[in-house]
């Protein structure tokens, strides 16, 4: 596993004799900079509380949910099988238990702004403008003031008619909008380009190398790059399609580009790509069946 400070280590030259010699740091993933030379940060590490709790596994101080009581058995294979959503904060868990979270260039949900102190009240709480939490009335005040007439939103906003600031203060707070403005627009672009990253892996201390730009052949010769996944499974790269004649193996977004045509081609035919779901043939009972999920409703032929 890649450690703290090894953000721009590709591998670790271990013992010759291991089976882990020469092999990639783990996450192989994309980091939160691995195409500039500025904040470089070519390759995605676990955070330093995910690599404690690892460690607390790896030395056995965990307790085992089930068999203390404390949870339900679940079927590894059907995990939602018997799942109700607890209420709203159940609602918000499952939503935000699979966002992608790092890496942050220019990010999924949101971009390396919240990586950022600065912007943060106390642990899990943003810090916010107070003119845009702050209410002249509240709907149930406003609505008790009217006696039923209907409630206007300018009556119990303090900001109905004040502009977003372009910039951002984050002595003041943050404003609606400012932990997404830096994010890729329009997000099917950015869904579709954010697939792999080609990051050069020549030198550690180099991010990306242009080695025509100084007219070095051998440079170019001996340069090393290595295509990095940018999420584990943000999208789907390739997959099973039904036909006539069984299953083939196809690219899901096959057709579209990772260029600009390709992105806006994204933009207008996004709709048409399908639903990769279990394949309900069978084969569910196997560790790592192959044909285990596949295409439907795809409208792209």
């Known amino acids: 596993m890649r450690k703290p400070g090894e953000e721009n280590l590709f591998r670790l030259e271990a013992n010759p004799a291991t089976r882990t010699y020469h092999l990639p740091l783990m996450p192989l993933l994309a980091g939160d900079n691995p195409i500039t030379n500025k904040t470089v940060s070519k390759f995605l590490r676990l955070t330093d509380t995910q690599l404690f709790l690892l460690r607390q596994w790896a030395d056995g101080i965990f307790i085992d949910e089930v068999e203390a009581g404390f949870a339900p058995a679940i079927d590894p294979w059907q995990p939602y099988a018997d799942w109700n959503v607890p209420g709203g904060r159940g609602l918000d868990r499952g939503v935000l238990s699979n966002g992608l979270g790092g890496a942050f260039c220019p990010g999924g949900e949101v971009t390396w702004i919240i990586r950022n102190p600065a912007i943060w009240r106390e642990p899990y709480r943003i810090k916010a403008d107070p003119e845009w939490y702050s209410f002249a009335l509240t709907a149930a005040q406003e609505n008790a003031n009217r006696w039923g007439a209907g409630v206007s939103e300018e009556g119990y906003i303090a900001y109905a008619s004040d502009p977003l600031s372009q910039g951002s203060n984050f002595d003041v707070g943050l404003q609606p909008g400012d932990l997404t403005k830096l994010s890729g627009l329009p997000w099917q672009a950015d869904f579709n380009e ?36 940018w999420w584990p499974a943000h999208r789907p790269m390739q997959t099973y399609y039904p036909t006539k004649d069984g299953l083939q193996f196809r690219n899901w977004a096959r057709g579209i580009p990772q260029t600009l ?40 032929e």
């Open 194 to 229: 954010c697939s792999t990253q080609t990051i050069d892996v020549t030198y550690e201390e180099w991010n990306v190398l242009y080695p025509d730009s100084v007219g070095n052949t051998l440079l170019e010769r001996e340069r090393r790059v290595w295509e990095t996944l």
């Open 261 to 300: 045509a390709g992105d806006l081609k994204m933009v207008t035919e996004w709709s048409k790509l399908g639903f990769i779901v279990r394949n309900p043939a069978g084969g569910l009972d196997q560790p790592s069946p192959a044909e285990k999920y596949i295409c439907v409703e795809d409208s792209g």
